[in-house]
């Protein structure tokens, strides 16, 4: 059965650095999201993609963020100057229909 | 504005007991209603979902949940629990043509032996 895919699982940095958070969606889906969850709180949507533009973010979404889906597979979350309050576990989620299927997450940790 | 609320932060429940875990959502129409379940530093894993028609479903592991209009609720259940079962919770919303999902705070279920 087809997955979305994340990697790293793991990400350690030093706060100010850039990351870069990757997804691979299921194939033929055609929306994409971000979501958030800090340690002990509960999952927040950040961002949604389709056709190639962001059709919604929310206000954790700051200029500080940005995604792309650079070669038509994978699609990526970039934190350009990371904060200590960007820890958090990262989901990736796809979907064609309703549903939206999520990725295992990356575990990024600010230092 | 569309919110989540599950009332119960944790839940104990023993071995072989019946749970029922609480979600209310604030929508105006019907919307999209989702389980997913977390066990530790894990991905989100779909329990069952609502969309429309018969409102009682049926989920994996053995879960299932009832959607009530005129409670604004969607709670989920599990007839006898069992110590694998012991995760977090989460109960989420679509709004009908939405996009986002819109997740409550969780329910941490503990199982006791």
């Known amino acids: 059965e087809p997955e979305v895919t994340q990697t790293p699982s793991h990400q350690v940095t030093q706060m100010g650095q850039e990351v870069i958070l990757r997804c691979v969606p299921i194939s033929n889906h055609l929306y994409f999201y971000w979501y958030r969850q800090i340690l002990g709180q509960k999952v927040e949507f950040l961002v949604s993609f389709y056709n190639n533009e962001i059709s919604e973010k929310s206000e954790i979404f700051d200029d500080q963020f940005s995604v792309e889906r650079p070669d038509g597979s994978n699609f990526t979350l970039k934190i350009r100057s990371t904060k200590l309050e960007d820890s958090a576990m990262y989901f990736c989620?796809?979907?064609?229909?309703?549903?939206?299927?999520f990725g295992p997450g990356t575990r990024l940790t600010v230092l | 504005a569309q919110s989540v609320t599950q009332p119960d932060i944790h839940i104990t429940v023993s071995e072989g007991a019946s749970l029922e875990l609480r979600c209310n959502y604030s929508?105006?129409?019907?919307?999209?209603l989702f389980w997913y379940v977390q066990s530790p530093g894990q991905g989100l894993q779909l329990l069952l979902k609502y969309f429309s028609g018969d409102t009682l479903v049926q989920g994996i592991k053995g879960f299932e949940a009832e959607f009530k209009r005129s409670q604004s609720s969607f709670n989920l259940r599990k007839p006898s629990v069992h110590w694998s079962d012991a995760a977090e919770y989460f109960c989420a919303v679509l709004m009908e043509y939405g996009n986002k999902l819109v997740f409550g705070a969780g329910t941490i279920l503990r199982v006791k032996s």
């Open positions: 929508y105006g129409a019907t919307p999209y």
């Open positions: 989620a796809s979907r064609l229909g309703i549903e939206q299927f």
